[in-house]
Protein backbone atom coordinates (compact mmCIF):
# COMPACT_ATOMS: atom_id res chain seq x y z
CA UNK A 1 0.00 0.00 0.00
CA UNK A 2 1.22 3.61 -0.52
CA UNK A 3 -1.65 5.86 -0.44
CA UNK A 4 -4.34 6.39 1.99
CA UNK A 5 -7.70 4.86 0.88
CA UNK A 6 -11.37 5.83 1.43
CA UNK A 7 -13.33 4.22 3.87
CA UNK A 8 -16.01 3.57 0.72
CA UNK A 9 -13.14 1.18 -0.62
CA UNK A 10 -12.49 -0.36 2.95
CA UNK A 11 -16.44 -0.77 4.13
CA UNK A 12 -17.56 -2.08 0.76
CA UNK A 13 -15.50 -5.52 0.50
CA UNK A 14 -16.75 -5.55 4.62
CA UNK A 15 -19.89 -5.01 3.67
CA UNK A 16 -19.39 -8.22 0.83
CA UNK A 17 -17.61 -9.99 3.98
CA UNK A 18 -19.94 -9.50 6.24
CA UNK A 19 -17.61 -7.81 8.73
CA UNK A 20 -16.85 -4.95 9.90
CA UNK A 21 -14.06 -2.43 10.17
CA UNK A 22 -13.64 -0.80 13.82
CA UNK A 23 -12.64 3.23 13.04
CA UNK A 24 -10.50 3.90 16.26
CA UNK A 25 -10.43 7.60 17.29
CA UNK A 26 -6.93 8.74 18.05
CA UNK A 27 -5.19 11.72 19.37
CA UNK A 28 -1.24 11.53 19.00
CA UNK A 29 1.37 9.98 17.43
CA UNK A 30 1.69 7.90 20.24
CA UNK A 31 -1.64 7.10 19.95
CA UNK A 32 -2.30 6.15 16.14
CA UNK A 33 1.01 4.20 16.08
CA UNK A 34 -0.44 1.46 18.44
CA UNK A 35 -3.45 1.65 15.88
CA UNK A 36 -1.89 1.10 12.96
CA UNK A 37 0.96 -1.51 13.67
CA UNK A 38 -1.92 -3.55 16.02
CA UNK A 39 -3.88 -3.53 12.75
CA UNK A 40 -0.87 -4.33 10.03
CA UNK A 41 0.09 -7.22 12.94
CA UNK A 42 -3.51 -8.60 12.34
CA UNK A 43 -3.67 -7.80 8.41
CA UNK A 44 -6.76 -5.65 9.49
CA UNK A 45 -7.68 -2.56 7.37
CA UNK A 46 -8.27 0.11 9.76
CA UNK A 47 -10.02 3.99 9.80
CA UNK A 48 -8.39 6.24 11.73
CA UNK A 49 -10.48 8.83 13.05
CA UNK A 50 -10.13 12.36 14.49
CA UNK A 51 -12.64 14.63 16.24
CA UNK A 52 -12.97 18.36 15.44
CA UNK A 53 -11.14 18.76 18.86
CA UNK A 54 -8.56 16.24 18.09
CA UNK A 55 -7.69 17.80 14.37
CA UNK A 56 -7.07 21.24 16.19
CA UNK A 57 -5.01 19.74 18.59
CA UNK A 58 -3.14 17.41 16.51
CA UNK A 59 -2.72 19.71 13.00
CA UNK A 60 -5.18 17.96 10.32
CA UNK A 61 -1.30 18.47 8.12
CA UNK A 62 0.52 16.63 10.77
CA UNK A 63 -2.38 13.87 11.10
CA UNK A 64 -1.88 13.33 7.38
CA UNK A 65 1.72 13.25 6.84
CA UNK A 66 1.71 10.62 9.62
CA UNK A 67 -1.10 8.45 8.33
CA UNK A 68 0.63 9.05 4.69
CA UNK A 69 3.81 7.66 6.25
CA UNK A 70 2.10 5.46 8.15
CA UNK A 71 0.51 3.47 4.89
CA UNK A 72 3.73 3.50 2.95
CA UNK A 73 5.42 1.42 5.74
CA UNK A 74 2.59 -0.89 6.07
CA UNK A 75 0.55 -3.20 3.39
CA UNK A 76 -2.92 -2.92 5.33
CA UNK A 77 -5.71 -0.37 3.83
CA UNK A 78 -5.72 2.26 5.97
CA UNK A 79 -8.36 5.50 5.59
CA UNK A 80 -7.94 8.92 7.60
CA UNK A 81 -11.54 10.10 8.54
CA UNK A 82 -13.09 13.44 10.37
CA UNK A 83 -15.58 12.24 12.78
CA UNK A 84 -18.85 14.46 14.19
CA UNK A 85 -17.79 17.38 12.11
CA UNK A 86 -20.46 20.17 11.66
CA UNK A 87 -18.61 22.85 10.22
CA UNK A 88 -18.89 22.48 6.25
CA UNK A 89 -15.75 24.42 5.67
CA UNK A 90 -14.09 23.37 7.82
CA UNK A 91 -14.19 19.96 6.34
CA UNK A 92 -13.38 21.41 2.93
CA UNK A 93 -10.28 22.52 4.58
CA UNK A 94 -9.39 19.23 5.62
CA UNK A 95 -10.54 17.34 2.61
CA UNK A 96 -8.10 19.88 0.92
CA UNK A 97 -5.58 19.15 3.37
CA UNK A 98 -5.76 14.94 2.48
CA UNK A 99 -8.11 13.51 4.44
CA UNK A 100 -9.89 10.85 2.38
CA UNK A 101 -13.55 10.48 4.25
CA UNK A 102 -15.32 12.54 6.03
CA UNK A 103 -18.73 12.45 8.88
CA UNK A 104 -20.88 15.37 8.19
CA UNK A 105 -23.05 15.46 11.39
CA UNK A 106 -26.10 17.53 10.64
CA UNK A 107 -28.02 15.92 12.87
CA UNK A 108 -29.11 18.34 15.21
CA UNK A 109 -30.84 20.01 12.28
CA UNK A 110 -34.27 19.58 10.80
CA UNK A 111 -34.64 16.64 8.47
CA UNK A 112 -34.60 19.05 5.47
CA UNK A 113 -31.62 21.15 6.24
CA UNK A 114 -29.91 18.00 7.22
CA UNK A 115 -30.20 16.52 3.66
CA UNK A 116 -28.96 20.11 2.49
CA UNK A 117 -25.90 20.34 4.31
CA UNK A 118 -24.72 16.69 4.01
CA UNK A 119 -25.20 16.83 0.21
CA UNK A 120 -23.51 20.46 0.29
CA UNK A 121 -20.41 18.14 1.59
CA UNK A 122 -20.78 15.19 -0.20
CA UNK A 123 -21.13 17.70 -3.92
CA UNK A 124 -17.84 18.77 -2.46
CA UNK A 125 -16.28 15.76 -1.03
CA UNK A 126 -17.15 13.75 -4.46
CA UNK A 127 -15.50 15.60 -6.43
CA UNK A 128 -12.32 15.50 -5.27
CA UNK A 129 -12.15 11.43 -4.76
CA UNK A 130 -13.50 11.68 -0.73
CA UNK A 131 -16.29 9.88 0.68
CA UNK A 132 -18.80 11.02 2.84
CA UNK A 133 -20.45 9.54 6.24
CA UNK A 134 -23.52 11.45 7.62
CA UNK A 135 -26.15 10.33 10.50
CA UNK A 136 -29.61 10.26 10.91
CA UNK A 137 -31.48 10.24 14.27
CA UNK A 138 -29.72 11.22 17.05
CA UNK A 139 -27.30 9.65 19.16
CA UNK A 140 -27.00 10.16 23.05
CA UNK A 141 -24.00 11.16 24.96
CA UNK A 142 -20.84 13.02 24.57
CA UNK A 143 -18.19 12.72 21.89
CA UNK A 144 -15.61 15.27 22.63
CA UNK A 145 -17.49 19.00 22.75
CA UNK A 146 -20.64 16.94 21.16
CA UNK A 147 -22.62 16.75 23.89
CA UNK A 148 -26.56 15.56 23.05
CA UNK A 149 -28.94 14.98 26.60
CA UNK A 150 -30.51 11.23 26.56
CA UNK A 151 -34.44 13.09 26.33
CA UNK A 152 -32.55 14.20 23.12
CA UNK A 153 -31.71 11.33 21.47
CA UNK A 154 -33.76 10.07 18.53
CA UNK A 155 -33.40 6.80 16.64
CA UNK A 156 -33.22 6.38 13.17
CA UNK A 157 -36.44 6.09 11.00
CA UNK A 158 -35.97 3.04 8.24
CA UNK A 159 -38.12 4.76 5.32
CA UNK A 160 -36.53 8.30 5.92
CA UNK A 161 -32.66 6.47 5.99
CA UNK A 162 -34.18 5.30 2.26
CA UNK A 163 -34.96 8.65 1.29
CA UNK A 164 -32.02 10.04 3.21
CA UNK A 165 -29.10 8.04 1.17
CA UNK A 166 -31.17 8.35 -2.29
CA UNK A 167 -31.34 12.67 -1.43
CA UNK A 168 -27.73 13.39 -0.15
CA UNK A 169 -26.26 10.65 -2.16
CA UNK A 170 -23.84 9.97 1.15
CA UNK A 171 -21.40 6.66 1.14
CA UNK A 172 -22.50 5.19 4.51
CA UNK A 173 -25.46 6.42 6.72
CA UNK A 174 -24.49 6.28 10.61
CA UNK A 175 -27.65 5.06 12.56
CA UNK A 176 -29.43 5.67 15.91
CA UNK A 177 -30.52 2.14 17.30
CA UNK A 178 -29.61 2.33 20.99
CA UNK A 179 -26.21 3.12 21.00
CA UNK A 180 -24.94 6.11 22.83
CA UNK A 181 -21.22 8.09 23.12
CA UNK A 182 -19.23 7.16 26.11
CA UNK A 183 -20.18 4.70 28.92
CA UNK A 184 -23.45 3.92 29.44
CA UNK A 185 -25.26 4.04 33.08
CA UNK A 186 -26.98 0.19 32.28
CA UNK A 187 -26.44 -2.51 29.62
CA UNK A 188 -27.29 -0.50 26.35
CA UNK A 189 -30.49 -1.94 24.98
CA UNK A 190 -30.16 -2.05 21.20
CA UNK A 191 -33.28 -2.02 18.32
CA UNK A 192 -32.08 -4.74 16.45
CA UNK A 193 -35.54 -4.85 14.33
CA UNK A 194 -34.86 -1.44 13.76
CA UNK A 195 -31.69 -2.28 12.12
CA UNK A 196 -32.80 -4.67 10.36
CA UNK A 197 -35.31 -2.85 8.88
CA UNK A 198 -32.71 0.25 7.97
CA UNK A 199 -30.56 -2.30 6.20
CA UNK A 200 -33.36 -3.92 4.28
CA UNK A 201 -34.26 -0.13 3.05
CA UNK A 202 -30.62 1.18 2.82
CA UNK A 203 -27.45 -0.41 0.43
CA UNK A 204 -24.93 1.72 1.41
CA UNK A 205 -22.78 0.59 4.72
CA UNK A 206 -24.15 0.97 7.88
CA UNK A 207 -21.90 3.13 11.10
CA UNK A 208 -22.16 2.24 14.25
CA UNK A 209 -21.26 5.10 16.82
CA UNK A 210 -20.97 4.84 20.08
CA UNK A 211 -19.48 0.78 20.50
CA UNK A 212 -17.32 1.47 23.44
CA UNK A 213 -19.35 -0.43 27.02
CA UNK A 214 -21.21 -2.09 24.81
CA UNK A 215 -20.89 -5.94 25.28
CA UNK A 216 -19.15 -7.66 22.82
CA UNK A 217 -22.00 -10.28 21.65
CA UNK A 218 -24.19 -7.41 20.85
CA UNK A 219 -21.78 -5.50 18.60
CA UNK A 220 -21.76 -8.79 16.90
CA UNK A 221 -25.32 -9.48 16.68
CA UNK A 222 -25.02 -5.49 14.62
CA UNK A 223 -22.45 -6.46 12.49
CA UNK A 224 -24.84 -10.00 11.64
CA UNK A 225 -27.54 -7.64 10.55
CA UNK A 226 -25.60 -5.22 8.12
CA UNK A 227 -23.12 -3.00 10.74
CA UNK A 228 -19.72 -2.44 8.70
CA UNK A 229 -18.16 0.48 10.59
CA UNK A 230 -17.98 0.22 14.55
CA UNK A 231 -16.64 3.53 16.41
CA UNK A 232 -14.64 3.38 19.33
CA UNK A 233 -13.33 6.04 20.91
CA UNK A 234 -13.45 5.74 25.16
CA UNK A 235 -12.71 1.92 25.27
CA UNK A 236 -9.28 3.15 23.72
CA UNK A 237 -8.78 6.28 26.11
CA UNK A 238 -9.88 4.50 29.28
CA UNK A 239 -7.15 1.75 29.62
CA UNK A 240 -4.40 4.17 28.13
CA UNK A 241 -4.92 6.81 31.07
CA UNK A 242 -5.61 4.54 33.81
CA UNK A 243 -1.92 2.43 32.81
CA UNK A 244 -0.07 6.01 32.62
CA UNK A 245 -1.76 7.13 35.84
CA UNK A 246 -0.60 3.68 37.60
CA UNK A 247 2.76 4.51 36.14
CA UNK A 248 2.73 7.77 37.99
CA UNK A 249 1.76 6.02 40.87
CA UNK A 250 4.39 3.63 41.10
CA UNK A 251 7.32 6.32 39.81
CA UNK A 252 6.07 9.75 41.10
CA UNK A 253 9.61 11.04 39.77
CA UNK A 254 9.22 10.03 36.03
CA UNK A 255 9.44 12.55 33.62
CA UNK A 256 10.70 10.63 30.27
CA UNK A 257 7.50 10.92 27.94
CA UNK A 258 9.25 7.54 26.64
CA UNK A 259 8.55 5.87 29.56
CA UNK A 260 5.28 6.76 31.24
CA UNK A 261 3.50 6.39 27.56
CA UNK A 262 4.52 3.11 27.52
CA UNK A 263 2.27 1.71 29.74
CA UNK A 264 -0.74 3.47 28.01
CA UNK A 265 0.08 2.27 25.05
CA UNK A 266 0.25 -1.16 25.81
CA UNK A 267 -2.50 -1.04 27.44
CA UNK A 268 -4.39 -0.01 24.37
CA UNK A 269 -2.85 -2.32 22.13
CA UNK A 270 -4.95 -5.12 24.11
CA UNK A 271 -7.85 -3.37 23.67
CA UNK A 272 -7.11 -2.78 19.69
CA UNK A 273 -6.87 -6.18 19.61
CA UNK A 274 -9.70 -7.34 21.18
CA UNK A 275 -11.64 -4.68 18.90
CA UNK A 276 -10.65 -6.13 15.41
CA UNK A 277 -11.17 -10.08 16.53
CA UNK A 278 -14.88 -8.65 17.20
CA UNK A 279 -15.28 -7.30 14.10
CA UNK A 280 -13.71 -10.12 12.39
CA UNK A 281 -11.67 -7.98 9.95
CA UNK A 282 -8.62 -9.65 10.91
CA UNK A 283 -6.76 -10.91 7.88
CA UNK A 284 -8.96 -9.18 5.41
CA UNK A 285 -5.90 -6.53 4.70
P1 LIG B 1 -17.47 5.81 22.05
O1 LIG B 1 -16.65 6.87 22.69
O2 LIG B 1 -18.69 5.48 22.80
O3 LIG B 1 -16.63 4.63 21.68
O4 LIG B 1 -18.00 6.42 20.65
C1 LIG B 1 -17.11 6.58 19.59
C2 LIG B 1 -17.77 7.18 18.42
O5 LIG B 1 -18.90 6.87 18.10
C3 LIG B 1 -16.99 8.11 17.61
O6 LIG B 1 -17.74 8.66 16.59
Redesign the pocket.
Known amino acids: MCKLVTTKEILKKAQEGKYAVP?F?IHNLETIRVVVETAAEMKSPVII?G?PGTIKYAGGEYLVAILEAASKKHNIPIALHL??FEDVEEIKKYIDEGFTSA?IDASKKSYEENIKTVKEVVDYAHERGVVVEAELGK?G?Q?DDLVVDEKDAMYTNPDQAKEFVEKTGIDSL?VAIG?????YKGEPKLDYDRLKEIRKEVEVPLV???????PEESVKNTIELGICKV???????IPFAKAVKEYFKENPDANDPRKYMTPGKEAMKEIVVAKIKMCGSENRA
Open positions: ANATDHMLGEATAHGLLHGASDVNIATDLK
